[in-house]
T-cell receptor, first 114, second 114 residues
Framework: GNSVTQMEGPVTLSEEAFLTINCTYT??????LFWYVQYPGEGLQLLLK?????DKGSNKGFEATYRKETTSFHLEKGSVQVSDSAVYFC?????????????FGKGTLLTVNP | NAGVTQTPKFQVLKTGQSMTLQCAQD?????MSWYRQDPGMGLRLIHY???????DQGEVPNGYNVSRSTTEDFPLRLLSAAPSQTSVYFC?????????????FGDGTRLSIL
């Protein structure tokens, strides 16, 4: 079945450090890939997405590239801020383009210290 | 912009009690779903619906019932609460008419079963 494996946390960084959170997915079909972010006490918000191989999703300084050859969608940011502290979830949609049935990774807690 | 609204935000139940978690969306989305979020487990799909009158089971459906009588509402029922159902519950919705549209999440219901 579909699955998503992401780097286990927690991850603790200093402000302005470089961030990478690894994510790999099972290669069934051609799913869309997503990163969601959950700030304390809130629901999940879409951070970025990519719908086909070699697409790069970006938002708020975060980037992730859909790598079909390595079945990966790693999240990166060049300089993190304290306000980036949150839980980050990698997710894949259904194969064939419909994303409404998502499979999530277990989440990675990021804490950024000033 | 209400988006996805979940009620209540917090609830404490005794084992064996029943209750309904409410979810409503005002975006005319066809697809709605319920997830539970547990530490170290990420989000797991409980039930989902692709339109009024249509529901199906997700990954962890046991102990939960759903119905979808209108496009807007998708309540989740616990018929006889068990301590294992202590969790944070999220409702989400998305359009199925256009592929790769993101899911919109509510702020969650934190449920404790004593």
């Amino acid at each position: 079945g579909n699955s998503v494996t992401q780097m286990e946390g927690p991850v603790t960084l200093s402000e302005e450090a470089f961030l990478t959170i690894n994510c790999t997915y099972t290669a069934t079909g051609y799913p869309s890939l997503f990163w969601y972010v959950q700030y304390p006490g809130e629901g999940l918000q879409l951070l970025l997405k990519a719908t086909k191989a070699d697409d790069k999703g970006s938002n708020k300084g975060f980037e992730a590239t859909y790598r079909k050859e390595t079945t990966s969608f790693h999240l990166e940011k060049g300089s993190v801020q304290v306000s980036d502290s949150a839980v980050y979830f990698c997710a894949r949609g259904n194969s064939g383009g419909s994303n409404y049935k998502l499979t999530f990774g277990k989440g990675t807690l990021l804490t950024v210290n000033p | 912009n209400a988006g996805v609204t979940q009620t209540p935000k917090f609830q404490v139940l005794k084992t064996g009690q029943s209750m309904t978690l409410q979810c409503a969306q005002d975006m005319n989305h066809e697809y709605m779903s319920w997830y539970r979020q547990d530490p170290g487990m990420g989000l797991r799909l409980i039930h989902y619906s692709v339109g009024a009158g249509i529901t199906d089971q997700g990954e962890v459906p046991n102990g939960y019932n759903v119905s979808r009588s209108t496009t807007e509402d998708f309540p989740l029922r616990l018929l006889s609460a068990a301590p294992s159902q202590t969790s944070v519950y999220f409702c989400a919705s998305s359009s199925t008419g256009v592929s790769n549209q993101p899911q919109h999440f509510g702020d969650g219901t934190r449920l404790s079963i004593l």
